[in-house]
T-cell receptor, first 114, second 115 residues
Framework: SAVISQKPSRDICQRGTSLTIQCQVDSQVTMMFWYRQQPGQSLTLIAT?????????ESGFVIDKFPISRPNLTFSTLTVSNMSPEDSSIYLC???????????FGQGTRLTVV | AQSVTQLDSQVPVFEEAPVELRCNYSSSVSVYLFWYVQYPNQGLQLLLK??????LVKGINGFEAEFNKSQTSFHLRKPSVHISDTAEYFCAVSPRSGGYNKLIFGAGTRLAVHP
């Protein structure tokens, strides 16, 4: 299994600013995933973060808006850039490796943009 | 590509009644299947998963689900619900090959248990 710590747990930000969300895992994992959950909606995959390579973004998400870093096998960051109220969501980090039979999730970061 | 359809956005039910939350999926490859629960203002918790073997899967909190390959369904059931089961339930799939548990979620079903 894996234990994931996400920081911050919540934040209120001004439009036009950026927020970086951190995700720390208690074991080394190959893949880390970032999801967005808009208010009252389901989870949508933003991107897959591999260590040592560029993140792979899903349709509708771009690197300029959601830059991701993956400096090692236990850590990743997601930045939400030039925020607007439409970015108000819960952002969740997830991990799931070949040896795991399930994905594990952090508690999420609740972002409100005003 | 994969997609997941949860047929009911909301399911109201009385306490101690049985409940079924429906999930259908579409995929061009074999998938693993999951049900997650999200309690208000909390993260996601795995209820149960189907990887292989018996098509009837038992999970936590008395929930079970049955995988039906011909109907591409994975419905979640509980014979008697409690007030504490009030939550959002998400069905999800992950490609078996190279998926690394990359999940595609359904829209969610809000279960509301009334006294």
């Amino acid at each position: 299994s894996a234990v994931i710590s996400q920081k911050p747990s919540r934040d209120i930000c001004q439009r036009g600013t950026s927020l970086t969300i951190q995700c720390q895992v208690d074991s080394q994992v190959t893949m880390m995933f970032w999801y967005r959950q808009q208010p009252g909606q389901s989870l949508t995959l933003i991107a897959t973060a591999n260590q040592g390579s560029e993140a792979t973004y899903e349709s509708g998400f771009v690197i300029d808006k959601f830059p991701i870093s993956r400096p090692n096998l236990t850590f990743s960051t997601l930045t939400v850039s030039n925020m607007s109220p439409e970015d108000s969501s819960i952002y969740l980090c997830s991990v799931g490796d070949r040896g795991f039979n399930e994905a594990f999730f952090g508690q999420g970061t609740r972002l409100t943009v005003v | 590509a994969q997609s997941v359809t949860q047929l009911d956005s909301q399911v109201p039910v009385f306490e101690e009644a049985p409940v079924e939350l429906r999930c259908n999926y579409s995929s061009s490859v074999s998938v693993y299947l999951f049900w997650y629960v999200q309690y208000p203002n909390q993260g996601l918790q795995l209820l149960l998963k189907y990887l292989s073997g018996s098509t009837l899967v038992k999970g936590i909190n008395g929930f079970e689900a049955e995988f039906n390959k011909s109907q591409t369904s994975f419905h979640l059931r509980k014979p008697s619900v409690h007030i504490s089961d009030t939550a959002e339930y998400f069905c999800a799939v992950s490609p078996r090959s190279g998926g690394y548990n990359k999940l595609i979620f359904g829209a969610g079903t809000r279960l509301a248990v009334h006294p």
